[in-house]
């Protein structure tokens, strides 16, 4: 989207091609009519200058700078594409660390044959994650690799935030007692892309959870007793789970039974052998918190759209040991520890 | 009819005069037991011992390194459901110790999980051979047969590693007797070849047997009915999935595989070689075998001797002589990210299943809990 030109050249004019050509990405003529047809936002004034840099207000003394790439496959799933992931993602990163999202830049990497209608939809999915949001996309960038180097389309983007009113989460808050809350169903996205891909012959009524996770995150900013929050993207719960049990030393005590999992998600799990608790999130959020807040919190959550299915999902416990461990009280009043993720999930034979 | 309650207490307050070493052959039901945490219920003396479940831990390493081989030297395609990628064989073949070792190192492994996928792929790369590699037990090998006798496109070829339960299940009793008390047989098996399958354990090994399905509750139906054997000293076969199960299976199941495939002695790794135990081509079906197109591969086997006694941790873990957590490599130089022995590879392996259930410390859990560490003679 880079150009050191004006914005002054007619965007009708066509692009003539179904799919994304190696000649798209030199520069020239042939970038400025991407970039007119496909990446253009009339709403968005700084994009659109298509100057070299952004230059972006701010109020306060404190950013929040975050960046991420997305390489989800495929591109388009149930509940999003990787476009609007690609805001999400990165607005979310910026909101579980209390900042207030302001800014995105992002640069495109396209393959050579990629389809035109396929990058329309994402770009929209960006344009409209990011109204939604309320941030601003205010600069890009576009590259065109050749066919069999790239996966399709990979997205990075770097949110700004304004952080002079984020409130101090961190884990060393944490204390024996606490309770640790979830925002919503786990595992959603990560069933869901492991189904679109195909690769599986299962069709599911799966959906992603792609979504911002600032609304659930605004009513308890100014809260006293927030610890901690942090979204379980990679890894899912599992390894969000682990890294606070890691971090400070504490157990972490899960009852099973209140753990939401969507049957759904839950049935294509035990078919492909996967742990709903290691497949990502991309649209809920954990929290530590004081255990006499731990009722207002999910009370704020339940009453809002995709915190309905929030839940008190275990305690930290002081432990004996050098290591925080994560265990589960099973439905049946066993003991288990959680599964760590080690490594790539495969399905399994039987 | 039952609640969890009532059949937990059931089993609580059964006095056991002497340990109750009750055997699974299922990795379906391992999971379901440990994810469910039954080892840290019961009372100390009910052993709930893992033995051979799981089709990926027993395939003979001369297979696997077959399959290595015909992905590296002889371009073809191998399409293998996922477990198997990542299984070692103790001898590298072209530098490879695993289907994945052999993927990254750029040929071309596809991992699926029907085999209808494999057949799709072949039609989908019609200038490859798609050679694929059919692992499983009875529950695997059925559909697989009903795939293979549809007609198939001429690029497909198939490397046959499939097994029947019932012998190796068999052998453990009769190479290990008065280890086991009761056995819980696998529902998926049950499904297809019946439940009178398991009627030897009660004939030849007076053992009581209950088939059961995968839920918790349904395992939970199943081991209180064999503890409620022990302590009424009766010896019963109990159907605890009645609602796929049926006294003679599944005669269409069976017909296909009896059409598709005859029943030939085979390797099993670490046990040796079973009598009946493996799947051989039928005739009709012969030109699908792909040790017909290709040279073998130079790897030493142990399928010379006649089930050799076994010394490997792994052996023992497979035979239920040896809790995987007993094993010392346990968690320290075997991991699933990089496994020395196939059980910690698939999700049906024992010590995979312990892995990440944690029962490698289950003690730690304990202390705080109200029951005792699983222990295993």
């Not at chain 1, 970038?31 to 298509?50: E, G, M, Q, S, Y």
């Not at chain 1, 309320?134 to 990075?156: E, H, L, Q, R």
């Not at chain 2, 009372?43 to 395939?59: A, E, F, S, W």
């Not at chain 2, 549809?150 to 009793?173: C, E, Q």
Request: with cysteine; proline share 6%.
């Amino acid at each position: 989207m880079k150009s050191a030109e004006g914005n002054n050249h007619s965007s009708s004019e066509p692009l003539g091609t179904e799919s994304i050509q190696l000649a798209q990405g030199n520069g020239g003529t042939l970038t400025k009519r991407l970039i007119d047809h496909v990446f253009k936002n009339k709403a968005n004034k700084d994009l659109d200058l298509l100057h070299d840099a952004a230059t972006v207000t701010f109020d306060g003394p404190y950013l929040s700078i975050t960046t991420d790439s997305f390489v989800v496959s495929p591109p388009i799933f149930p509940g999003g594409n990787v476009g609007a992931l690609s805001v999400y993602g990165t607005v979310n990163d910026l909101a579980v660390v209390g900042a207030t999202p302001r800014y995105i830049s992002t640069a495109f990497i396209i393959e050579e044959g990629f389809s035109l209608s396929t990058l329309k939809q994402i770009v929209n999915g960006m344009h409209q994650a990011a109204a939604e949001t309320n941030v601003a996309i205010v600069t890009g960038d576009t590259k065109v690799v050749p066919k069999g180097s790239g996966g399709g389309v990979y997205i990075n983007t770097t949110g700004v935030g304004d952080s002079q009113d984020a409130p101090i989460w961190d884990t060393s808050l944490i204390k024996a007692g606490d309770h640790v809350l979830v925002s919503g169903s786990v595992g959603d996205h990560g069933a869901c892309v492991l189904l679109a891909r195909e690769d599986y012959g299962l069709q599911g009524q799966l959906k992603s959870d792609c979504g911002s996770v600032v609304p659930l995150i605004d009513p308890i900013k100014h809260l006293d007793g927030v610890r901690f929050v942090r979204d379980p993207t990679r890894g899912g719960l599992s390894v969000l789970l682990h890294d606070v049990a890691n971090e400070t030393g504490f157990d972490i005590e899960l009852i099973e039974n209140n753990i939401p999992v969507r049957p759904e998600v839950a049935s294509v799990c035990e078919i492909l052998g996967f742990d709903p608790f290691i497949l990502a999130c991309e649209g809920r959020i954990v929290a530590v918190v004081a255990p006499d807040i731990s009722g207002k919190v999910l009370a704020h959550w339940r009453s809002i759209r995709n915190g309905e299915q929030a839940e008190h999902i275990g305690v930290i416990v002081k432990n004996t040991e050098s290591k925080g461990r994560v265990t589960i009280v099973t439905p049946m009043g066993g003991r288990r520890f959680m599964n760590e993720l080690e490594d790539e999930p495969l399905p399994r034979i039987c | 009819m039952y609640s969890v309650e009532s059949l937990l207490s059931d089993i609580k307050n059964t006095s056991l005069s002497k340990p109750f070493r009750i055997l699974n052959v299922c990795g379906g039901h391992e999971r379901a037991i440990t994810r469910a945490g039954f080892r840290t219920l019961f009372q100390h003396n009910i052993h709930l011992i893992p033995g051979p479940g799981c089709p990926v831990c027993i395939c003979p390493e001369e297979d696997i390194a077959y399959a290595i081989h015909l992905a590296i030297n002889e371009n073809v395609v191998i399409v293998s459901f996922g477990d198997m990628l990542r299984v070692p064989v103790e001898y590298e073949i072209s530098g490879c110790s695993s289907l994945i070792d052999a993927k990254n190192q750029g040929a071309d492994i596809r991992p699926i999980s029907s085999p209808q996928e494999a057949v799709s792929i072949a039609l989908e790369e019609p200038r490859k051979v798609i050679v694929f590699f059919a692992v499983g037990f009875e529950t695997t090998m059925a559909p697989i047969a009903a795939t293979l006798l549809n007609d198939l496109p001429n690029n497909f070829r198939v490397l046959l590693s499939g097994r029947l339960t019932r012998p190796a299940v068999a052998h453990v009793l009769e190479s290990q007797p008065d280890t086991f008390d009761a056995l819980i047989a696998p529902g998926h098996v049950a499904t297809i070849m019946g439940s009178e399958e398991w009627q030897f354990a009660i004939d030849h090994h007076n053992l009581p047997v209950s088939i059961a399905g995968f839920h918790p509750e349904s395992l939970l139906l199943s081991l209180q009915t064999l503890i409620g054997n022990c302590s009424n000293k009766v010896v019963t076969l109990s159907n605890r999935y009645p609602e796929v199960v049926k006294q003679n299976g599944n005669a269409a199941a069976k017909a296909l595989i009896n059409k598709a495939f005859t029943i030939v002695d085979a390797h099993w790794r670490g046990i040796g070689v079973i009598p009946g135990s493996g799947f051989s081509f039928a005739s009709r079906l012969s030109h699908l075998d792909a040790t017909n197109d290709y040279a073998p591969v130079d790897f030493p086997s142990q399928c010379d001797q006649n089930v050799p006694e076994t010394t490997s941790p792994c052996e023992k873990v497979i035979l239920g002589k040896m809790a995987p957590d007993a094993c010392p490599f346990f968690g320290q130089e075997c991991k699933p990210a990089s496994p020395k022995g196939a059980c910690m590879v698939s999700d049906e392996g024992a010590c995979r299943i312990w892995y990440s259930s944690g029962e490698r410390s289950i003690t730690n859990v304990i202390k705080k809990g109200n029951t005792l560490k699983v222990e295993m003679k």
